[in-house]
């Protein structure tokens, strides 16, 4: 059986809730960032091989999966506050450095980790994603079709949580498909764990959330680090996949130390294609030294 879904399952108390999250392997830690509308077994593929060189850990992000989190209003689900939660997280296994890996919507949580608390993130990938500041400038004409869920996620009211709460699973598998080069990469297994806790009320609103955060409060401090010349003061690697295509020009304003790779496949790399993944993702996490 794979070794990451092996693993049993661990749960912390954190200020905001509870965590869940799958650790292994030994050496410099890796906090591994999942996105949507999957949670932390996207990485079944990826997390044994660089388990083989660090402590992978893999959470489900707040209010995805099987955490908990309160969310009296959308401020909680910015990738500020998610951050905080993953420093909480990891400062509880003992870990104050640590390299952060994000997909998606993990990974616009990762990059906000490194933006808020410089000196705690030893290296930083980001996968399929340009700055969320960015992500909004380019959703127009033909391409907001592909994106639609952007603005259909962040409607206020509960209006999309009533129409989720519809037909969760043709959701899930409609994004699945549609985001993929190869569906079929998306094992069943998996596939049915996604559905699973997208069933639940809680974490279609918490979804929502994230969303609407970043239409509000993420976008905000985007803007307001670019007009005050923040950058990124780790190592970054940035990977696009075949289908979004370079990312580099996005990137490079953020981070100094970039290095930009594009990986055959489509959105879901890290399940879509591992190996092309890790033959980035490994060695640049090898250079990453533990503190």
Not at 34 to 56: I, S
Not at 80 to 101: I, K, N
Not at 192 to 209: K, M, N, P, S
Not at 240 to 257: C, F, Q
């Amino acid at each position: 059986m794979n070794q990451f879904l092996a693993a049993d399952v661990e749960r912390l108390p954190l200020s905001g809730g509870t965590t869940v999250h799958r650790r292994i392997g030994a050496g410099a830690p890796v906090l591994l960032l999942h996105g949507y509308p999957e949670t932390h077994v996207c990485w079944h593929r990826v997390a044994p091989a660089l388990a083989e060189q660090a402590t992978v850990i893999a959470p489900d992000l707040p209010g995805y999966g099987d955490s908990a989190w309160s969310h009296p209003d959308d401020e909680v689900f910015s990738k500020r506050s998610m951050a905080v939660a993953m420093v909480e997280l990891m400062a509880s296994l003992g870990y104050a450095h640590f390299a952060v890996v994000g997909h998606d919507r993990g990974a616009r949580v990762a990059y906000r980790l490194a933006l808020d608390h410089p000196g705690t993130v030893t290296g930083l990938a980001v996968i399929d994603i340009a700055p969320t500041s960015v992500e909004w400038e380019l959703i127009r004409g033909i391409d907001s079709v592909g994106a639609f869920h952007w603005p259909f996620l962040a409607q206020p009211d509960g209006l999309p949580e009533a129409l989720l709460a519809e037909a969760p699973d043709r959701w899930i598998d409609h994004l699945l498909d549609s985001w993929s080069a190869d569906p079929d990469a998306i094992v069943d297994e998996v596939r049915t764990e996604y559905r699973r806790c997208f069933r639940r009320a809680a974490v279609r609103a918490a979804t929502c959330g994230d969303y609407r955060a970043g239409a509000g409060v993420d976008r905000r401090l985007d803007l307001a680090d670019r007009a005050d010349g923040r950058t990124i003061d780790c190592p970054v690697l940035a990977v696009a996949s075949a289908d979004r295509g370079d990312l580099a020009a996005h990137w490079r304003p953020w981070a100094p130390t970039l290095t930009a790779v594009v990986v055959d496949g489509g959105h879901f790399l890290p399940e879509e294609n591992a190996p092309g993944l890790l033959a980035h993702l490994a060695p640049f996490l090898a250079d990453r030294p533990q503190r």
